[in-house]
């Protein structure tokens, strides 16, 4: 690819990164931004990322300590479940992201800026156009819900205790700002000053956790899109292989020599594959830790919107939301990759191979052979990831709601 068509597919690749770098920025990292070079601009960035690091960490601590805090008192079924056991679950998905980003951020550059090499700049062929336009669109509409649940739940969150503080004020009725989230901290927190100066603290944590979360998700599923996207477009191209058509619009027979286009799809898919799989290294811890604890978050939401905390339903209701917009789109795109890794096989069998001469066929043939493994995500090896996970995290979520449900009738 020359030079100017590489600057275009960068310019559109860093476009659809747009919304999941601001929030990277946040958390002082970036895959598309130039790398710090003076003193100054690497101090900022490790300065930035210290201190989103620092108080999601801090935040997590203390939610667990508490939770083992109320375990150790033997508290009711009630209590437990009003300590945000939910909220703790997403922090310890947000935590294992942003180490899981930090890590990983030189290989998610490199994918990134290789990308760019094979992007589908000047596509003639209406069908390719037509699949890039759709993606595209879909993936801004699908990033735009996303990031809204996460935030607007978030905000919810954080000023719910000052409104209920101002409402009570207007009332009448002494009151004091209450807290974020529920969190052991070694002193007292009701103290003037130390309380606000713990509510700052609380709002900040949950601004940094969700970052965290929606930098490493809006990125998965970006390049997700983007190597699904490009792997139809391979199958339009494999699927016109041999298949010669004259001026007045005939197919032309005989054996027909498209040996160097074969190899340059050749080329093109095996990239596609180690991008995949860079992309499955990265966030299979991440994607078992998404499998492990979606279907304990949504069933304690869920419990708590029903049971407990009228107060802060509202807030709960855009946090299932969240919860499950997370995962559904984590497994559409895995099962999206997926299916359009197994349709390159079907496309080199609707190619025009018996058009081609024996040369070719034997190319296609290993083309063939090696589409017949698909690419798939897991959950670090032990299952793979489709809409039939997301199906599951629904059931068994369910399954444990009930389980919460009967023994707190029982009570």
């Known amino acids: 690819m020359s030079k100017d068509k590489t600057l275009i597919a960068k310019k559109e690749i860093y476009g659809t990164l747009r919304s999941c ?14 790398k710090p070079n003076t003193f100054l601009q690497k101090i900022n960035v490790l300065s930035s990322f210290i201190t989103a690091s ?55 550059r490199r ?9 589908p700049v000047d596509e003639k062929n209406p069908e390719a156009v037509a699949i890039k336009n759709k993606c595209l669109s879909t993936l801004r509409s699908r990033q ?16 719910t205790p000052v409104a209920l503080h101002l409402y009570r004020l207007a009332r009448g009725i002494p009151s004091d700002l209450g807290f974020v989230w529920q969190m052991y901290y070694p002193f007292d927190k009701t103290k003037p000053i130390v309380h606000e100066f713990v509510y700052i603290f609380e709002t900040a944590s949950g601004l940094y956790s969700v970052c965290c979360m929606l930098s490493s998700d809006v990125f998965f599923i970006t390049m997700a899109s983007h190597i699904s996207m490009m792997l139809r477009i391979l199958q339009v191209k ?5 298949v010669v058509e004259s001026a007045d619009g005939k197919l032309i027979g005989g054996l027909h020599n498209c040996y160097d286009e074969i190899i340059d799809l ?55 939301a969240a919860a499950l917009t997370q995962m559904g789109v984590v497994c559409w795109y895995a099962d999206d990759i997926y299916r359009a890794s197994v ?45 039939n996970t997301f199906r ?3 059931t068994t979520s369910y399954s444990y709601f009930t389980l919460l449900y009967t023994s707190y009738r029982r009570h």
């Not at 770098?21 to 130039?34: A, T």
């Not at 935040?59 to 083992?68: D, F, G, K, P, T």
């Open 238 to 242: 494999i699927r016109s292989l041999g």
């Open 144 to 159: 735009s819900l996303y990031i809204f649940w996460n935030v607007l739940g978030v905000w919810l969150y954080n000023l």
């Open 266 to 320: 050749i080329n093109v898919h095996q990239r596609l594959i180690r991008y995949g799989n860079d992309l499955e290294d990265a966030f299979s811890v991440v994607n078992l830790i998404n499998v492990l604890l979606s279907s304990v978050n949504i069933c304690c939401v869920m419990f708590s919107i029903i049971f407990l905390e009228p107060l802060m339903e509202m807030g709960n209701k855009f946090f299932i």
């Open 392 to 394: 599951s995290i629904l």
């Open 21 to 34: 770098n601001f929030f990277i920025r946040r958390i002082g990292l970036s895959f598309v931004d130039k």
């Open 343 to 387: 349709g390159v096989s079907d496309a080199v069998f609707a190619s025009g191979w018996y058009n081609c001469n024996p040369r070719c066929r034997r190319a296609l043939l290993l083309m063939l052979q090696r589409s017949q493994r698909p690419l798939y995500f897991t959950a670090l090896k032990f299952s793979s990831i489709t809409l």
């Open 111 to 119: 994918v990134v800026n290789d990308l760019a090499d094979i992007w």
């Open 54 to 108: 620092s108080f999601v960490a801090l935040m997590l601590i203390s939610e667990y300590v508490y939770i083992v805090y109320l375990l150790a008192k033997s508290v009711t079924l009630e209590k437990l479940m009003g300590s945000y056991l939910h909220i703790a679950g997403y922090d310890t998905m947000s935590f294992g992201k942003l180490l899981t980003i930090w890590y990983k951020k030189n290989t998610f």
